[in-house]
């Protein structure tokens, strides 16, 4: 089976998807990836969802809600950032987005004259690093090779910084049978109370939620669709009873089950 991720190789989310299967190809952006497992041209796609510093990756999020897919595993990778570059001497610290907010406090106190480029992954920053003396890079120490030096390891802000990972698979193959189970929902009505409405039927079963965020439909201002993580499996009857719940309320809008899945850690 073949994974595909966001490229190119050497960046941690190539680290994740080499847990799900040995051939990994990569794409340039997560949308790019979920889209390609949505149409049927990847079995296994792996996506970043949010990291415990930085918090969520709304591109992921958002091309849920554009792309029927289903989640069959959530991998959890400790991030350990290095800086990689030719020499002690450079002027630029590229990297991903995510990567340079995760590094803030250290390239501030150390770099504080460097120009930050955020560009498509870790590993391209690591690229640039190569190719060009002026630029250091933020990734994995492993990645430095033979042509990189490591200037520091470790400079993530928080030592216990990780991310949360997805494997995701065609609709077709969405499970009810996890220990996690997610969702999105689109209520098609506003009124006071609503997101109330929405979490209650979880309390009222003892159903903890581990993650609710809104994210904003981009039709009109104001408008949003809530993406909700749970901590069980939709084949208990308590999950089901609650989803049914979730589904009532938004008759007028829509529920994707995202499906269930089980949580492991990837180094």
Not at 202 to 213: C, G, K, M, S, Y
């Amino acid at each position: 089976m073949e994974v595909l991720t966001l490229g190119p190789e050497g960046t941690y989310s190539h680290r994740a998807a080499s847990a799900v299967a040995d051939e990994v190809s990569f794409a340039e952006s997560m949308t790019a990836v979920i889209e390609a497992v949505a149409s049927g041209e990847y079995e296994r796609g792996v996506v970043p969802v949010e990291n415990s510093t930085d918090g969520s990756v709304n591109e992921s999020l958002d091309a849920f809600a554009e792309y029927d897919v289903a989640i069959v595993r959530e991998l959890i990778t400790p991030i350990r950032h290095a800086l990689l570059a030719q020499g002690p001497e450079f002027s630029v610290v590229a990297s991903h987005a995510q990567a340079l907010a995760q590094c803030r406090n250290y390239l501030d106190e150390n770099y504080p004259n460097a120009t930050l480029e955020a560009v498509a992954s870790t590993a391209r920053g690591v690229e640039h690093a190569r190719e060009d003396a002026a630029v250091a890079g933020i990734g994995h120490p492993d990645n430095a090779g033979d042509d990189l030096t490591v200037i520091a390891e470790d400079i993530q802000d928080q030592s216990s910084n990780a991310t949360r990972f997805v494997a995701i698979a065609p609709a077709s193959q969405r499970s009810e049978a996890g220990s996690k189970s997610s969702f999105i929902v689109y209520p098609g009505v506003d009124y006071p109370g609503l997101l109330l409405e929405l979490l209650e039927p979880f309390a009222d079963r003892d159903i903890n939620l581990t993650r609710v965020e809104s994210r904003p439909t981009g039709e009109r201002l104001g408008d949003y669709v809530f993406h909700i993580d749970i901590a069980a499996g939709l084949y208990e009857e308590r999950a089901a009873a609650a989803l049914a719940e979730i589904e009532a309320i938004a008759e007028d809008g829509w529920v994707r089950r995202l499906g269930s899945y089980d949580s492991e850690t990837v180094l």
